[in-house]
Structure formats: C-alpha cells, structure tokens
C-alpha cells in the first residue's frame, strides 16, 4: 500500500507594514485561489494575466486560515503522526515557505503559545506514561541502532555518570573555568502543556525517548545539542561538521557521531530544544529580522523493547528491540536578493538556501516522474545536497511524510509564492510506501502480561484484596475461593506448673515448631497452587475475549 505526501496550507496574518491587499483567497475547505497583482512579473499581458488567474487554483489536504490555532494545527497535522511514532512507524514533517511566512512559528511557537514540536513530546510522554524504561537501560550505537542492557547495569551506569558530573564540576570551579552555558525558558514565560493522552501505547513494553538536534548551514552539518569546547586562550573551538551515512540493518540515513540525549519530561527535551534554537545561525535582512540562515533538524526516536513472558522485567534481547523516529524539519526560507538586500556572507546563505531547496525540489520532480512512467529512468538527486540525502529514506518507503506550506497572503510576496504553490502541488504527486505496525508474537509473549503481574504482585501480599475482589466480582468470572485466614497454633507454655519435667516441656515445644513447619509448608503449597490456577484462568480468559483487567487502586 502506498499514500501520497500529505501537503497542507497555513496562512499567516497580514501586519500593520504590509499594504493590506491580499494576493490569496479561500476559495473552499481545501482549495486556494492565487490572485496575480496588476504590476506583478507573473504576467505581461491581459491575455496572460487572464490565464493565469483561471489555472492558479491549489488543492490541498488541509487549509490553515489566520485565525487556526497551534492546537487546531497539531491536532490535524501532526496527531497522526504521533500516533504511528508509538505504534513503531517512520514519520518526516517539514515546514516550506518563502522567508517570514511563519514556519519556525509553526513548528516550535512560544511557551505560552506552543507549535508542533513541544506538543509532540507532550502527548508522547503522556501516552507513555509509566511504560517508561530507567535511564540507561538502552544506549545508542554506532550503527544508528540501540543497544540494551539489564536494570542492575543501568542503575550502576547511572551513578557512575552522576558521581562523574559532580567530580567535574567541583574541578570546574577549583580551575575557574565557566560553567556550559544552558538555555532555559524564560521565567516570565509559562509553558502551556498539551494534555493530549493516546491509547495506543503497548501496555506489555517499556519505552525511551530520545532526541537529536542538528542544522544544515551552507550543505555542512551541525550538531545543535553538542558540547561548546574552548581553546587555551579562552576563544570557543569551532564545531566540525557532521556526515551522512546509512544504517545497514534498517535502512535509513543518520546523521554520525551525533549527540542523542535520553529525555524523561517534556521539560528535559525542551530545555534542549530552546538550547539549540540559540545557537542556530540566524541574520537580521530586510524582510526578517530574525532569519534563519540554516535548516534545521529534530529527530525523536521511540525506542520499545517488551516485557518477558511474566509481565516483570524488560526482555533483553536487541533483536526485539523497535526503534521509531519523528523528524521535525524546519526548511528555511527562499528569498531574493533582490529583495532581501543580503550582501557578503548572508548573500551566501542565501544562495546555499536556495540551491538546497532547488534540489529537493528536483529529487521530487524526479521520484513524480518515475512513479508516473511504466519504465522509470530517472535517477533521483539526493546526493547533490546533504538535505535531500537525510529525507533519502523516508521518500524511499521507510515512513509517512507529510508538508505545511507556509505562506503570507500580502501582494509583496506573489511571485514567490506562485513557487511555493507550484512546489506543493508537484509534491501531493508523489506517493511513499506505507510503514507497518509493530506486532509481537502472541503464541509466546501474551498480552496483557505486565498488568496481570502487576495484580498478582497486589493479591499475592494477603488474603484481604483478594477476597473484596472475588466479592465485587469485577472480573467478570469466578475466581478460586479464598481459604480461611490462615493461624498457627500456639507454643506450650514453658510455665506451667502441671509437674512435668523441662525435658518434657523441651520435647513438646520442640514437637509443636515442627508441627508449625510443616503447617506453614502445606500453607504454601496450598497459595501457589491457588495462584498458578488463577493465573491460569486470567490468562484463558484474556486470550478468549482479549479482556482488560481493570483494577481499582484504592481498593
């Protein structure tokens, strides 16, 4: 089964600068109409203005007007793709646009105002909820892969690491060396979560979140989330570019050596987030005071591994190890030098921008052609640019892509935008391979086993929780009843004047404590074989008619 790019539509508001004449209207939910300005280079003639204006009609999957919400957006655009993230599948969302049409406002927004990125992580930490694996337990490779290791290794790993820290950091200060800079929300701004909760998260497997940080400036790749280093001299060490390679087992492209912090909160990775967004390049021009000079990267990579056959502890076995990524691309803008003014270095930029843009949009162009012709041909251009390489694998069947077009209706911005128009409806051409869920094998682990365990672990302390719920009945069915609470009889009395001798009384003790054994033993064996038949029974049961045991826990 294959989809099409999913390509959709967000306009941003005009403002208090611009004219205040549109050059797009909604024509219907799904439909844009491009309205060509009467000194526009779009036409020379009234013939030609004439067709332009019948044939500039675009489609799209969705359309975004300026009073959509960043929830409304997330919800439609990106919710989706969350959900397939935690059911083990591949997704790539990028944000298209000319310059300051809105798309880094888009993909990250403001703590009080949130784009997609921190709402991704916000509904993934709440549907993972207390799936979460301990620290450490997986570990990145060198291969792009995850490797895993049992709970005991993890926590020593853990406080190896933090005994590390704080031997660093007292030697820090004793040197007078200044901290590493860190990057955190303002204090003035409070986040606004996402309460947004999925119920698609495998109750049977433990999860770890992962993130990535990286930007693609003049075809070098950078890493956002890495270590500033500085010379004997005190000058910060210039960071050395990143390259390209491929996973050999998956499939996919990576980018190496590249730094991949495991995140426990929404708070952790976007401490990370507003981190990296400072040192993005950026450059003040005439139409952005804020332009980003680069592309930027954010990768999330899930990573579940289930539970063994009793439901307690994580099964360590690479082989069974699912590891699904999320990428958050924020394209910069395409802009014209002629309009932008940019000289020297940020001319540049800008050239390098444009020529990568260009080349994404030949490897579309490419890949249209050969899904549209019997006898495909074309060799699609990915290498020509260290972007279209990173998006290789997703074009190629390894995951859903989707696009936002973003763009500013003002007259200014026509002739880019007939660009921008032209790119996205090219690009709902083309059609990737659709990625398949991850499903374990039920014949040998069997559903529902980590939440049993955690019931067995509940009734298994006394006889009282057991016995509310056979009462309550909430199972649906009948459990094994529940034996008598269990006493032992009491000692002789070592006291007591009845005229027999100590050895008499040593004997009788002695007799009565074996008599307690062998009471307790038979106790035992009575409990195990009561609970192996109640696991039995649950077991049956949920296999039969996939029950969800539901538990009260203030019973």
């Known amino acids: 089964?294959?989809?099409?790019?999913?390509?959709?539509?967000?306009?941003?508001?005009?403002?208090?600068?611009?004219?205040?004449?549109?050059?797009?209207?909604?024509?219907?939910?799904?439909?844009?109409?491009?309205?060509?300005?009467?000194?526009?280079?779009?036409?020379?003639?009234?013939?030609?203005?004439?067709?332009?204006?019948?044939?500039?009609?675009?489609?799209?999957?969705?359309?975004?007007?300026?009073?959509?919400?960043?929830?409304?957006?997330?919800?439609?655009?990106?919710?989706?793709?969350?959900?397939?993230?935690?059911?083990?599948?591949?997704?790539?969302?990028?944000?298209?646009?000319?310059?300051?049409?809105?798309?880094?406002?888009?993909?990250?927004?403001?703590?009080?105002?949130?784009?997609?990125?921190?709402?991704?992580?916000?509904?993934?930490?709440?549907?993972?909820?207390?799936?979460?694996?301990?620290?450490?337990?997986?570990?990145?490779?060198?291969?792009?892969?995850?490797?895993?290791?049992?709970?005991?290794?993890?926590?020593?790993?853990?406080?190896?690491?933090?005994?590390?820290?704080?031997?660093?950091?007292?030697?820090?200060?004793?040197?007078?060396?200044?901290?590493?800079?860190?990057?955190?929300?303002?204090?003035?701004?409070?986040?606004?979560?996402?309460?947004?909760?999925?119920?698609?998260?495998?109750?049977?497997?433990?999860?770890?979140?992962?993130?990535?940080?990286?930007?693609?400036?003049?075809?070098?790749?950078?890493?956002?989330?890495a270590d500033e280093h500085i010379d004997q001299l005190g000058n910060p060490i210039l960071p050395e570019s990143k390259k390209v390679g491929e996973d050999p087992r998956r499939k996919v492209m990576y980018v190496k050596d590249v730094n991949e912090v495991e995140v426990k909160s929404t708070e952790e990775a976007c401490a990370q987030v507003w981190r990296g967004q400072e040192r993005r390049r950026k450059a003040a021009t005439i139409l952005n005071d804020s332009s980003s000079r680069s592309h930027s990267v954010f990768n999330i990579r899930l990573v579940q591994a289930p539970y063994d056959e009793e439901g307690k502890q994580i099964l360590v076995n690479k082989e069974l190890l699912t590891i699904s990524q999320l990428s958050l691309v924020d394209l910069a803008g395409s802009e014209r030098a002629s309009r932008t003014n940019a000289t020297g270095g940020t001319l540049k930029e800008a050239g390098n921008i444009n020529n990568s843009l260009m080349t994404l949009h030949a490897c579309l162009e490419a890949l249209r052609a050969n899904q549209l012709s019997n006898k495909p041909n074309r060799i699609v251009p990915y290498r020509e640019s260290r972007l279209t390489l990173l998006f290789k694998s997703f074009f190629e069947g390894q995951g859903k892509v989707k696009?936002?077009?973003?763009?500013?209706?003002?007259?200014?911005?026509?002739?880019?935008?007939?660009?921008?128009?032209?790119?996205?409806?090219?690009?709902?051409?083309?059609?990737?391979?659709?990625?398949?869920?991850?499903?374990?094998?039920?014949?040998?682990?069997?559903?529902?086993?980590?939440?049993?365990?955690?019931?067995?672990?509940?009734?298994?302390?006394?006889?009282?929780?057991?016995?509310?719920?056979?009462?309550?009945?909430?199972?649906?069915?009948?459990?094994?009843?529940?034996?008598?609470?269990?006493?032992?009889?009491?000692?002789?009395?070592?006291?007591?004047?009845?005229g027999t001798t100590s050895e008499d009384k040593l004997q009788a003790i002695l007799a009565a404590l074996h008599e307690r054994q062998k009471m307790k033993k038979d106790a035992m064996d009575d409990f195990e074989k009561r609970k192996q038949r109640m696991r039995a029974i649950l077991l049956q049961k949920r296999k039969k008619y996939r029950l969800r045991l539901c538990v009260d826990t203030t019973a």
């Open 403 to 498: 696009m936002i077009v973003c763009m500013n209706p003002r007259v200014e911005d026509y002739d880019e935008t007939v660009h921008v128009m032209k790119f996205a409806e090219m690009t709902q051409d083309v059609v990737v391979a659709r990625g398949q869920e991850v499903q374990f094998d039920e014949n040998v682990l069997q559903p529902g086993r980590r939440k049993q365990n955690l019931l067995f672990k509940r009734i298994s302390g006394s006889a009282e929780p057991l016995a509310e719920l056979t009462n309550r009945n909430s199972f649906g069915f009948n459990l094994p009843a529940v034996p008598p609470a269990f006493c032992l009889p009491p000692l002789p009395s070592w006291s007591s004047q009845d």
């Open 1 to 225: 089964c294959v989809d099409p790019v999913e390509v959709s539509c967000r306009l941003r508001p005009l403002m208090s600068t611009d004219s205040g004449q549109r050059c797009i209207e909604r024509v219907s939910e799904t439909s844009l109409k491009l309205i060509p300005p009467a000194r526009s280079s779009g036409h020379k003639s009234r013939e030609e203005m004439m067709k332009a204006m019948e044939q500039r009609f675009y489609t799209f999957h969705n359309i975004f007007m300026e009073n959509e919400s960043q929830k409304a957006i997330f919800d439609r655009l990106a919710m989706p793709l969350v959900e397939d993230l935690i059911k083990g599948k591949n997704g790539l969302l990028f944000a298209y646009g000319v310059t300051c049409s809105g798309k880094t406002h888009t993909m990250i927004g403001q703590a009080s105002n949130p784009g997609i990125l921190p709402r991704c992580l916000d509904v993934i930490f709440n549907s993972i909820g207390e799936n979460q694996a301990r620290p450490y337990i997986f570990l990145p490779d060198d291969n792009n892969g995850m490797k895993i290791q049992p709970e005991y290794q993890a926590a020593l790993m853990k406080n190896s690491v933090e005994r590390q820290k704080r031997q660093e950091e007292r030697l820090r200060k004793k040197e007078g060396r200044p901290g590493t800079p860190h990057v955190e929300e303002k204090p003035d701004e409070i986040r606004i979560p996402d309460n947004t909760k999925l119920e698609c998260a495998n109750e049977d497997s433990a999860y770890a979140v992962f993130i990535s940080y990286i930007e693609v400036y003049n075809n070098y790749i950078f890493d956002l989330l």
